[in-house]
């Protein structure tokens, strides 16, 4: 029983001691999640209002980027960005800004749907009410549709938030040093390899379970009693 | 805007086929996979308090943990540890197929939920047993309120099969990339990568609509 306390911790024990350096990781993976997550929401707005618009052209238009937009991996669009755009416009593009866009891209499309099934969840009576009232179509949106919309979005936003997050690891393969990166290094040089990837994967399910635990507490504020 | 070169690159859609065949090769070897995963996630979640705490916990591992973690950490770390060399392609639908079992196991969960309680009610007093009642009353109706998300599941399967690349299964990406580095044409070889893969998910969609419309119930 002894010996295998020692074997455990002969084994982990190293792998536990440099937590610390992998998870100076976590800064840069939450900087290009949440600067994608909010980039993404942007553009899943922009494509809604498309699809919303009552143009033909322009719901066309949106709905074809959303499908083509949504039907790539996360790892084509890193290495599209990364390796095949800068052929194109001449000037390389950093690492970390290739993951932002990549992963802003992937997602404008997945938010776009979110929000577009929560904006038509508002009823349609709320929009006659408003243009009986005579608010302009702007102020109808910003002051009635979204407000009410929002809370129906929270928490698949939520959770796109958390597949962003998970997402994010692949930008490791163009050598953005997030944890994911971090710890397959230092899986290499020692040779750990079970030990580094458990500790890291159950980093990533730590985070993404203190989002959606978030998530359930901020769906019951904002609840409409 | 340099010059662009396609003919190279088109000359060489044969390679683009077979990397897209080994992607199609795994996305539904996976999705068997993930499909009994599912079931047997969404099942314990409907059993007694213990295995469903099971399930729940399982759950929440299961979709916390990324995609390129998984395929990491079955291909390097648990190949380590069980001493057993697992085979790049194994490896990837072992991972694929336990990254979107999280996801199969709540819309299984969700499509029994939705059937009307009589059904089980109404099987049970036809005097079937509860194995006879879920596989001729209740999963044949499951089934078809799945299918929708189911091919959502597949299209993630077809995605996440792209990541075969990183451990050197010669599918689809590892085939722009090697066309890409060798000829030096990364913008023709990328962009008719995402051809190849946008075509690919959307003859997915496209079968999965047809599945759904054939197997309705008139």
């Not at chain 1, 109808?140 to 928490?155: E, F, H, M, N, S």
């Not at chain 1, 040779?191 to 203190?210: A, D, K, N």
């Not at chain 2, 001493?83 to 197929?97: E, Y």
């Not at chain 2, 399967?157 to 050197?168: D, E, F, N, R």
Request: glycine content about 8%.
């Amino acid at each position: 029983m002894i010996d295998w306390f020692e074997k455990l911790w002969s084994t982990w024990g190293p792998v536990l001691g440099s937590t610390g350096a992998i998870s100076e990781g976590i800064y840069i993976t939450l900087a290009v999640s949440f600067a994608s997550f909010g980039l993404a929401c942007i553009g899943g707005l922009v494509l809604t209002l498309m699809r919303l618009s009552g143009l033909k052209w322009l719901e066309k238009t949106a709905f074809t980027l959303t499908q083509i937009f949504r039907s790539l991996s996360a790892y084509v669009y890193v290495l599209f960005i990364y390796f095949a755009l800068p052929a194109i416009i001449g000037v390389p593009i950093p690492p970390i800004v290739a993951g932002i866009i990549g992963l802003t891209i992937l997602n404008s499309a997945y938010i776009a749907e979110i929000l577009r099934s929560a904006l038509s969840s508002v009823g349609s009576g709320q929009r006659e009410a408003a243009a009986v009232l005579g608010i302009s179509t702007s102020r109808t949106y910003t002051d009635i549709i979204l407000p009410q919309g929002i809370r129906v979005a929270i928490p698949s936003l939520v959770s796109q938030l958390t597949i962003i997050l998970k997402d994010s690891s692949i930008i490791g393969v163009i050598g953005v040093a997030d944890i994911m990166y971090r710890a397959s290094h230092t899986a290499a040089l020692t040779f750990q390899y079970f030990e580094y990837y458990t500790l890291v994967g159950l980093m990533y399910v730590v985070v993404v379970f203190i989002l959606t635990t978030f998530s359930s507490w901020v769906e019951r504020k904002l609840r409409i009693p | 805007m340099p010059d662009m070169n396609w003919g190279a690159v088109l000359s060489r859609y044969d390679l683009f086929l077979a990397g897209a065949a080994v992607d199609i090769y795994i996305a539904l070897a996976s999705f068997a996979l993930t499909v009994v995963i599912g079931l047997c996630l969404a099942s314990m979640s409907r059993g007694n308090g213990f295995s469903r705490t099971v399930s729940y916990i399982l759950v929440q591992i299961i979709r916390g943990a990324p995609l390129y973690v998984l395929l990491l950490w079955v291909y390097f770390g648990v190949s380590q540890v069980i001493g057993i060399n697992i085979p790049p392609v194994a490896a990837v639908i072992i991972a694929l197929g336990i990254a979107t079992s999280g996801v199969t196991a709540e819309v299984f969960r969700s499509s029994f939920l939705a059937l009307d309680k009589g059904q089980a009610l109404a099987a049970k007093s036809f005097g079937m047993t509860r194995w006879q009642a879920y596989t001729s009353v209740l999963f044949p109706q499951a089934i078809r309120i799945a299918l929708p998300q189911l091919g959502n599941v597949f299209v993630m399967q077809l995605k996440g099969a792209t990541y075969a690349a990183v451990i050197g299964v010669a599918e689809a990406v590892f085939v722009a990339q090697e066309i890409s580095t060798s000829l030096f044409l990364p913008f023709e070889a990328y962009g008719a990568l995402a051809i190849v893969l946008v075509l690919m998910a959307f003859t997915a969609s496209f079968a999965f609509n047809l599945t759904e419309r054939r197997l309705r119930i008139k």
